[in-house]
Structure formats: structure tokens, C-alpha cells
């Protein structure tokens, strides 16, 4: 990609012009937005944005550069990067490479200067669609008819493609805690953690909370899984279509009630699959750190982060599981939890490990392993 400019082509033929930002080329995926005003490089390496070209709607991206820290994954899984305008500087004692200089390290495709106002409005009208990041110079009828022509992410399984290829064992805690509660603690509580996509910092919270965390690929069977005798099972983010994950589905249906549960975003699409409920797609989905969720329960309202384009149906459910959180904006289905307490397995949209994002939900990993104790008594 040279100077010359840079466009951004949706499948409705929409384009949208820029200038070239990250590495050199083109980069094709499912047009979304994040609302979040920080948190960039979470963003860029959060495996549940695989497939996707992420523009964010915050005005100036790159302000506090990029460090090894901030990551959720070893590396970025964004398909392609949109930005407003890009910060030349950073400004932060933690930074350790510029963004754009990251970006071109990892082989990320990105464009700035965009209107991502616009994006942003059009996406919301029309809904999440596929587009390509282009040089300028590039023919702009058949860049639309690629576009036309890429597969949407309703029916793929891309968790497959995000996921660890061997089990491993996780006992880092949380990185920026006054007192790390993972330090010289106990771990009484046994925890399969499946990776579908997983974000580092779930495994953090993990371990902070008292857990043994052993991550095993997506694919693994619950025959496996129950063979080493665990005290719980999570089941974590990732991207793609929940309803494609048939064999993640079978094997959260063939542990129920043999051990407690609990599911992230993907993860908890597939719980609610595995109780015998359906999921959908959501027009634009719901990607940032301050979507208000109200836990039903108590009518305590929740600011959580999220990262999804696909949701569970309330009307599936019925008789088969109690739906626990809703969503403030569109009454989306946020929580849920089996229809029998005695089961112990409950399930959450939004992200309680946040990362970047607000610590509402944090009581969550307590819920979890308070279940494994009850479990265990």
C-alpha cells in the first residue's frame, strides 16, 4: 500500500476513503465498531475479533502506544484496523512501540482518517457487513464485487481456527494488582478452562480466584475433560458462529450436572445451545466497555464490556433455563442459568474480566468457584 491513499469498501458498495495505516496490503473481514474510548490493543488481540475489520469510534487511537502487557493473546487477530485519526506519539511511561509500528510489525492492514462517524451510523442502519481495506489506486468495481462475494460469519467456526492446539496449564495471576491475590496462595478448586478464543486476563481472574487452571482446545471431548476429574469447567469467549461449534456444544451437554459450568460470550452461547435453545444474529452486535446490563434478580445495574455478534433466544429457553441479565439497550438475553440451581451451571454475554473495561461483573469468578465448594462439601 503506498501513500497514494486508502479506501474501505463494504458490500453495499459503500466506500469510505482514508489514508494507509499499519502494514502494506489488503485486509478482508466483517465491517464492525467498538465503542470503547480505551483499550486499543485489547481490542486488536482479543481472538473473538478474528475475522473482523474493527473500527473504533473513539476520535484519536494510539495515544498510549502499545507494550507487552495490554495483550489478551500472544498476538493481534483483528482482520483490519479503522481509525479516525492515529496519535504519531505516544504518550505513556508503559509504551514500548508505537501502534502503527505494531501494526506493521504484526502484518495488520489498517486505515485512518476515515469518517468513523459515518462508518460507524451506516453500520448501525444497515447492519455489520463484509468489506475490504484497499489501496486507493485499486479498481473499485471489482473490490465491490470481492466484497459482494465474502462469506459473512453466520454458519462458520472460527473457534477452531483461534484455539490453543495442545492443553496447557495457566498460574499467572492478575498483572496490576496491589497485592496479587495469586501470590502464595492456595488453589484448592480443579478448573478445565476450554479455549475458544480465550482472553488472557479470564485466566487471570481464574487463578486469582483460587483456581488450578488447565486450557485445553476447543475440540476436546467431555470424556476427556471429566477423565482428570475436575472440580469445574469454563467455557470461554471466541469468535464466530456459536451454532457451528457442534462439537463444543455436545460436549457442554454431556457434562451438565456432572460438574459445574460457567460460560463467557461464546461460551455462553454454547451453554444456552446446549440446553436446547437457539441463537441468532445480531445486526450490528454489541462491542465496547459501557453497555449497561440489569441483573434481573436484584435490579442491579451492571457497566460491562462486550464483544458479540450473536445472542441466545429468550423464547428457546423457556423451561430449560432461567434467563438472569438482560441488556439496557435492546433487551438482549446478557445472563442465564439452568432451570435446575442443583445443576450448577450458569452463563454470562458480557465480559466480567473486562480488560480493558469497568469491574462490575467481577463476582462472577466468585460465583463460580462458590459452586465448586457447594460442589465439593
Not at 446490563?293 to 423451561?319: C, I, Y
Request: glycine residues 12%; hydrophobic residues 40%.
Amino acid at each position: 500500500m503506498s501513500d497514494g491513499g486508502a479506501v474501505l469498501v463494504l458490500a453495499d458498495g459503500t466506500l469510505f476513503r482514508g489514508e494507509p495505516f499499519g502494514a502494506l496490503g489488503e485486509a478482508a473481514g466483517e465491517v464492525v465498531f467498538n465503542t470503547g474510548m480505551t483499550g486499543y490493543q485489547e481490542v486488536l488481540t482479543d481472538p473473538s475479533y478474528h475475522g473482523q475489520i474493527v473500527c473504533m469510534t473513539a476520535p484519536e487511537i494510539g495515544n498510549v502506544g502499545t507494550n507487552g502487557l495490554d495483550q489478551e493473546s500472544a498476538k493481534p487477530w483483528v482482520a483490519g484496523f479503522v481509525v479516525r485519526s492515529a496519535s504519531p506519539r505516544a504518550s505513556s511511561y508503559r509504551s514500548e512501540e508505537p501502534l502503527q509500528a505494531y501494526l506493521r510489525r504484526h502484518g495488520i492492514v489498517a486505515i485512518r482518517e476515515v469518517d468513523t462517524r459515518a462508518l460507524t451510523l451506516h453500520i448501525r442502519e444497515t447492519g455489520a457487513q463484509m468489506g475490504i481495506i484497499a489501496p486507493a489506486s485499486a479498481e473499485l468495481g471489482e473490490l465491490k464485487r470481492r466484497a459482494r462475494a465474502l462469506p459473512g460469519m453466520a454458519g462458520r467456526d472460527l473457534a477452531r481456527e483461534v484455539s490453543c492446539k495442545a492443553a496447557y496449564a495457566w498460574t499467572e495471576g492478575e498483572k496490576f494488582a496491589a497485592a496479587p491475590a495469586a501470590a502464595g496462595r492456595a488453589r484448592p478448586f480443579k478448573v478445565v478452562a476450554y479455549d475458544f478464543g480465550i482472553k488472557q486476563n479470564i485466566l487471570r481472574l481464574l487463578v486469582d480466584a483460587g483456581c488450578e487452571v488447565q486450557v485445553v482446545p476447543a475440540t476436546t471431548s467431555a470424556e476427556d475433560v471429566l477423565a482428570g476429574r475436575p472440580d469445574g469447567v469454563f467455557l470461554s469467549n471466541g469468535p464466530g458462529d456459536p451454532a457451528s461449534c457442534t462439537y463444543a456444544i455436545a460436549a457442554v451437554r454431556a457434562m451438565l450436572g456432572k460438574v459445574p459450568v460457567f460460560g463467557i460470550c461464546l461460551g455462553h452461547q454454547i451453554m444456552g445451545l446446549a440446553l436446547g435453545g437457539r441463537t441468532y444474529k445480531l445486526k450490528f452486535g454489541h462491542r465496547g466497555l459501557n453497555h449497561p446490563v440489569k441483573e434481573l434478580a436484584s435490579g442491579k445495574v451492571l457497566v460491562t464490556t462486550q464483544n458479540h455478534g450473536f445472542a441466545v433466544d429468550p423464547a428457546s429457553l423457556e423451561g430449560k433455563a432461567v434467563v438472569t441479565h438482560r441488556s439496557l439497550n435492546d433487551d438482549c438475553v446478557e445472563g442465564l442459568r439452568h432451570v435446575d440451581p442443583a445443576m450448577a451451571a450458569f452463563s454470562v454475554q458480557y465480559h466480567p474480566e473486562a480488560s480493558a473495561g469497568p469491574h462490575d461483573a467481577r463476582g462472577h469468578f466468585a460465583e463460580f468457584t462458590g459452586l465448586m465448594r457447594a460442589r465439593s462439601a
